[in-house]
């Protein structure tokens, strides 16, 4: 039986960092653009979102730090995207994931978030 996790503020920044990073990756890889780097957007993001179900060997600290070194160099080695959705997906994915990897290491400690 699959155990799902409580829903706290710390697991919605997680699932909004993950899902458009997800998002990000997909729309990168359809374009003309660095597809093998969207390509390890997109696994990677996939392997943060399972991990909330599943215990991976990799862990999660280890994925986010791969995922946010992804997205800084999705936003360095920027593709032809459609529109700026690309660079603003990117900048939310990377803020989003930022913001959890703090939290989570417990640098900053917030009432109520950690």
Known sequence: MIALPT???????????????LIDGIIRARGRGNTILAIVEIVVAALLLLSLFVAIPIGTIVLSVVLLIVLVLQLVL???VRGGAGVSLTIVALI????????????????GVN
């Open 7 to 21: 829903i706290s503020i710390l697991t919605v920044i997680f699932l909004i960092g993950t899902i458009v990073a």
């Open 78 to 80: 920027r593709g032809s």
């Open 96 to 111: 989003a994931i930022a913001i959890w990897l703090v939290l989570a290491l417990g640098w900053i400690h917030i009432a």
